[in-house]
């Protein structure tokens, strides 16, 4: 008979990587038999899926219910007696208790016995921990459960049932037979309580029933309102971390969506993952990193650290490729052309080849031949790796000749008088080297053919400053950016011997340690003692503007370096950790292609009705530009016709030009207004024939003499035009209105009917996108401080009808366009509103677009209405998501226009925006990224955090699957 002085007949032991699903059943089967009804069961068993209490270490608790169990039950299969926890348990029982109380469950390969010992023959079994070799005096009880799947195990198998009471039997002390009876005969037992009991439960159940349905669904509703507050509660954390600590920002925007995935939680996503540049991070072993570099391919990153280690990663996976001691503190590294990677450490130079970045092989040391413990290792490397120069941090620079990096070769030194050396580079073709000093100038010297070093101009920075800590040339032409102190200089030495200061860039709160110019020479990334990186666009730069601050290091950012692309970023930090971001947002998309005319744009439209890349471009100069982009070639370039005294007013005050136009894609027609200025002379609006795109056809012209025609817009089908008009001289107290023409025949177009509006000043028409409606916005009095935004009903174009009008919030409405099922109206506070109408045409207020510091200039919306741009006089054109338009989201800025926006459209398919401004230059922008992003944020959000994500600042308790 069983023992009574245990607490458990059994302890089941089993392999958790292998057994997990099937340990569990093989207890409650045990737990369940022979069990009389209304007793406690007949045998209790441990298994630590489910009995192991909380609290307290968990071998020492393991150990006390092996103590306080009879027989040990193991599930054998390979896995488990491969199985660490395995083997523990088996030894703690083997040091106390008998090998004959051990029960085996085969759940895969069986175990062979040696009928000579005895014993398992050990040469083919693989079932069995090595820990029972020698064990057993007799075979042990040994049950076969191999090919059951643990989701088909049921009491209904005999097989399983059988199983179970064969090891019932041995658990009890009883006979096999004797106890499937009492099994049988509990379960018939049963069967007829159950019966007896059901018809008294029928009544009982109607009645619990309703109250389990009031209670499911106040439990629901506690649970949803629960998971309500807790997303709150972290997108309020998101917000709050997002900008200091960008990688956790995201990760409580994520587990917020994955919570509870709500309109709110999606746009908290949405905007963490668009605005951020946050891509990753990269570890090695804590240390300082003083040095980052990609490889020409940009598929490795190099980083060096303080503890005198080179790690190469693999930047797709983010996986450590290799750790190489290179014997001092890295300072520097650079890689050539080839691929070979150079490493500045200590007081040498070390050539490594890493063309199997998981076993660098290490082809050469250079020693440094003056290098002070207290200063940096020098370097600076021809890109086609044949010239190294080094230098100490003391007097002395020395150049080599690294052909054959296996034996380098010294060329020439050079001694400088001025200071120690801080820094240095090459130039792109490697014959200008520039030499950063303590005593605030960089020298600029040739380097000739025989690696001499010819000293050719200096070029010194406004201090006081402490020397000229850091300098990089651009990869194109002869761009030097240097930094002293807290400020970044840029230089033109295109003219060695005339150097042309260009800008000064200030931002940082302390030091600069490190710059570097984008492969483009777009962009300049600067790293600080003030544990931030900068980005900042030098595209015009006398006009130079940071694009974002990197935020999120817990040290000083000492090292920084950009991708081949320019795309990607890697900051190296003395919090130990490499980090990567991107030079631009999701949000604010590639600008793909542009080009920069003299005259101030003033409109902008895409031809065609499909993914085309033509656009046309108006000038204030009445000059009108049909071009391709992606790659540029023009078309043809007109001027305007103008009325003699248009085109005097343009020549002598500069007024007047384009000032609107619209194409009717399907019938390659193409609507110009211009010419006059504002209070002196009228406007035409000008039709053309542009289906050869090469020789455009003015096929009419409607002139006033005494009117203003400023915005014209297509219906959709391109049968109507709208021109929006302004009698001043008739009557300067007149209200605006609405011409439509019916162009259906362009050389002959003809009014239809005039749409009165209530303002003064028609600012902006657009046709709803069904072609039904028309809207106009602009100032309704004189002092412009109210706005109007009206529609009108244009089925029958002859007869139009007023609709109810659109509220403007505040300010003039000098905006308005439409998209899918929105109208968007733009104002000078700034701001823009969203709008739906509903069956009745009645306009219903959505969601508002904040932000701009600016009056609004410009809206234009895509096909579908899921994206908005909106141009301000704050110089800024914004990106936002719409597809919920009660929360719409800012995505991000186009970013490269120097002057006021003038116009904005998006393509037919919405796959590019165009944009003009008064700077001449027009820009084409790829929205594919961004489009991906907005479908899927949580997929993008994931490929930022990586695989292996870190769920520490998370709540414990939190249950939803991130990423998975």
Request: aromatic share 6%.
């Amino acid at each position: 008979m069983a023992d009574s002085s245990h607490d458990y007949n059994a302890f089941i032991s089993y392999g958790r990587a292998s057994d997990a699903a099937l340990a569990p059943v093989l207890r409650d089967s045990l737990n369940g038999y022979a069990r009389p009804a209304f007793r406690p069961r007949a045998i209790r068993t441990f298994c630590d899926t489910r009995s192991l209490a909380a609290g307290g270490g968990v071998e020492s608790s393991l150990r006390s219910h092996l103590d306080r169990a009879e027989h040990f039950v193991l599930v054998a299969s390979p896995a488990s007696a491969q199985s660490e926890w395995v083997a523990k348990e088996l030894r703690w029982w083997l040091e106390t208790r008998s090998a004959d109380q051990i029960v085996i469950v085969h759940t895969e390969r069986d175990d062979r016995l040696d009928p000579d010992s005895g014993d398992f023959d050990w040469a083919r079994t693989d079932a069995l921990p090595a820990l029972l070799r020698g064990t057993f005096d007799e075979s042990p009880l040994r049950v076969d459960l191999r090919g059951m799947s643990p989701d088909a195990l049921s009491m209904r198998d005999p097989r399983w049932s059988d199983a179970i009471a064969t090891i019932a039997a041995r658990l009890l002390g009883r006979d096999k037979d004797e106890l499937v009876g009492e099994d049988l005969r509990q379960y018939r037992r049963a069967v007829r309580f159950r019966r007896a009991s059901v018809s008294g439960l029928v009544v009982l159940t109607v009645f619990a029933l309703v109250a389990t349905v009031v209670a499911v669904v106040q439990r629901d509703a506690a649970v949803t309102e629960a998971r309500r507050a807790l997303a709150g509660q972290m997108i309020a954390q998101s917000n709050e971390r997002r900008e200091a600590a960008p990688r956790e920002g995201l990760l409580f925007a994520l587990a917020a969506h994955e919570v509870d995935p709500t309109p709110a939680s999606r746009a908290a996503l949405l905007s963490a993952v668009a605005e951020g540049h946050y891509r990753g991070e990269l570890r090695g072993r804590a240390q300082p990193v003083r040095a980052t570099a990609f490889s020409p391919d940009g598929r490795i990153l190099a980083g060096g650290d303080s503890a005198h280690r080179v790690y190469l990663w693999d930047r797709a996976t983010r996986t450590r490729l290799a750790e190489m001691a290179v014997g001092g503190d890295v300072f520097d590294l650079r890689f050539t052309d080839s691929g070979m990677l150079v490493v500045a450490a200590g007081g040498t130079t070390s050539l490594w080849d890493v063309g199997n970045a998981a076993a660098p092989v290490r082809l050469s040391t250079i020693p440094t031949e003056e290098w002070s413990f207290i200063d940096s290792t020098l370097i600076a490397v021809r890109a086609d790796g044949t010239l190294l120069v080094t230098g100490g941090g003391g007097l002395r620079v020395t150049t080599w000749d690294i052909s054959r990096p296996r034996s380098p070769r010294r060329l020439a030194g050079l001694e400088f008088e001025e200071g120690p050396v801080y820094s240095m580079d090459l130039d792109a073709e490697g014959g200008v080297l520039a030499i950063g000093t303590y005593d605030y100038k960089a020298s600029i010297l040739t380097v000739d053919p025989a690696g001499v070093l010819v000293p050719r101009t200096e070029v010194v920075v406004d201090g006081p400053f402490d020397g000229i800590y850091t300098v990089d040339f651009s990869r194109t032409g002869r761009r030097l950016a240097m930094s002293s102190g807290t400020s970044v200089f840029l230089t033109d030495l295109a003219n060695l011997d005339q150097p042309a200061r260009l800008a000064r860039l200030d931002d940082h709160a302390d030091r600069v340690l490190d710059l570097e110019l984008s492969p483009g020479g777009r962009l300049v990334v600067t790293a600080g003692m003030d544990n931030v990186a900068t980005v900042w666009d030098i595209t015009a730069v006398e006009h130079a503007r940071v694009i974002t601050t990197l935020r999120g290091h817990g040290d000083y950012v000492g090292a920084v370096a950009f991708d081949p692309t320019g795309g990607e970023i890697a900051t190296g930090s003395d919090d130990g950790l490499v980090r990567l971001w991107g030079s631009r947002s999701p949000g604010s998309p590639l600008l793909r292609s542009s080009t920069t005319w003299g005259s101030p744009g003033r409109a902008v439209t895409l031809v065609g009705d499909g993914p085309q890349r033509t656009a046309v471009y108006g000038s204030a100069s009445n000059a009108l530009t049909i071009v391709d982009f992606d790659p540029w070639v023009v078309h043809s370039t007109l001027t305007v016709p103008a009325n003699a005294k248009a085109r005097q007013t343009v020549a002598t005050l500069g007024f007047g030009g384009v000032s609107s136009l619209d194409a009717a894609g399907r019938r390659s027609l193409l609507a110009v207004a211009g010419n006059g200025d504002t209070g002196e002379l009228g406007r035409i609006v000008t039709l053309y024939d542009i289906a050869d795109l090469a020789a455009p056809r003015v096929l009419s012209v409607i002139e006033r003499e005494t009117d203003t025609f400023d915005p014209v817009v297509f219906s959709p089908d391109g049968g109507l035009l709208a021109i929006g008009v302004h009698h001043w001289k008739e009557d300067p107290s007149s209200a605006e209105y609405v011409e439509l023409w019916d162009v259906r025949d362009p050389a002959a177009p003809r009014m239809v009917s005039t749409l009165k509006a209530s303002g003064r000043s028609v600012q902006s028409v657009t046709f709803t996108p069904d072609g039904t409606a028309v809207v106009a916005a602009g100032q309704s009095d004189d002092l412009g401080e109210v706005g109007f935004a009206e529609q009108w009903d244009v089925r029958d174009p002859t007869r139009p009808l007023p609709l109810p009008p659109f509220t403007a919030a505040s300010g003039i409405n000098n905006a308005v366009a439409a998209g899918g099922e929105l109208v968007v109206t733009g104002g000078t506070d700034g701001n823009a509103q969203v709008w739906t109408r509903d069956p009745d045409h009645r306009p219903v207020p959505r969601g508002r677009l904040v932000g701009h510091t600016g009056a609004m200039r410009f809206v234009a919306v895509n096909p579908t209405g899921s994206l908005v741009a909106t141009a301000a006089e704050d110089g800024e054109i914004r990106l936002w998501d719409t597809a919920d338009p009660d929360r719409p989201v800012l995505l991000g800025r186009l970013s490269a226009h120097l002057a006021v926006a003038t116009s904005l459209d998006f393509s037919p398919d919405g796959a590019f925006v165009v944009s003009a401004a008064a700077d001449g230059l027009l820009g084409n922008w790829d929205l594919s990224d961004l489009y991906a992003v907005i479908r899927d944020p949580e997929a993008a959000a994931c490929a930022v955090l990586g695989p292996d994500i870190d769920r520490g600042p998370l709540p414990e308790d939190l249950d939803a699957e991130i990423c998975a």
